[in-house]
T-cell receptor, first 114, second 114 residues
Framework: DSGVTQTPKHLITATGQRVTLRCSPRSGDLSVYWYQQSLDQGLQFLIQYYNGEERAKGNILERFSAQQFPDLHSELNLSSLELGDSALYFC?????????????FGPGTRLTVT | QQQVKQSPQSLIVQKGGIPIINCAYENTAFDYFPWYQQFPGKGPALLIAIRPDVSEKKEGRFTISFNKSAKQFSLHIMDSQPGDSATYFCAASDTTSGTYKYIFGTGTRLKVLA
């Protein structure tokens, strides 16, 4: 158990809808990273937050957004969902200050768009 | 230049064998190279990581070999066990900006036969 929690575990929704995925980092970790894992694209970095501020952006679509709250939990919002957004979404957290390369991944949220 | 190429895609070894998974990168700014293990239905778990200032690092039965001039690194699993059957991902990161966004390889599915 990495100490990173994600909810929900599974999500099934229809095209065009909007969903919110939630992540709680390990106690004391200030950085949260979001990744998407799909069969055709593999594991791809989406976005990083550090202590409430956006720190780095990857291949995140404009339909997707994220934020990190004062209690350090993070949410990934996916809107205008398309079939191709079906994937596993992982969040990871890293040690205080983001100065450690070690990222600890949560169990993921499996999103199915029908 | 941002890619990390991983091979082989899949690997089958006998118990006690030494599977070797290889990764290559182009971006010379990459300076942190972790390996992750992922079991079905779980998030990736950090196994071992290396920086370019060392050529080899061992942790238990897992060894990373790093060749900076060739821009290649590999994972060796000593005395492999059926419980090591999983998907392994290499990754690379340029940490000079203070972030650790990973570029992942495409993964190697390892099966260790009893």
């Amino acid at each position: 158990d990495s100490g990173v929690t994600q909810t929900p575990k599974h999500l099934i929704t229809a095209t065009g809808q909007r969903v919110t995925l939630r992540c709680s980092p390990r106690s004391g970790d200030l950085s949260v990273y979001w990744y998407q894992q799909s069969l055709d694209q593999g594991l791809q970095f989406l976005i990083q937050y550090y202590n409430g501020e956006e720190r780095a952006k990857g291949n995140i679509l404009e339909r997707f957004s994220a934020q990190q709250f004062p209690d350090l939990h993070s949410e990934l919002n996916l809107s205008s969902l398309e079939l191709g957004d079906s994937a596993l979404y992982f969040c990871a957290s890293s040690a205080r200050g983001g100065t450690s390369g070690e990222q600890y991944f949560g169990p993921g949220t499996r999103l199915t768009v029908t | 230049q941002q890619q990390v190429k991983q091979s082989p895609q899949s690997l089958i070894v006998q118990k006690g064998g030494i599977p070797i998974i290889n990764c290559a990168y182009e971006n010379t700014a990459f300076d942190y190279f972790p390996w992750y293990q992922q079991f079905p239905g779980k998030g990736p778990a950090l196994l071992i990581a290396i920086r370019p200032d060392v050529s080899e690092k061992k942790e238990g039965r897992f060894t990373i070999s790093f060749n900076k001039s060739a821009k290649q690194f590999s994972l060796h699993i000593m005395d492999s066990q059926p419980g090591d059957s999983a998907t392994y991902f290499c990754a690379a990161s340029d940490t000079t900006s203070g972030t650790y966004k990973y570029i992942f390889g495409t993964g190697t599915r390892l099966k260790v036969l009893a």
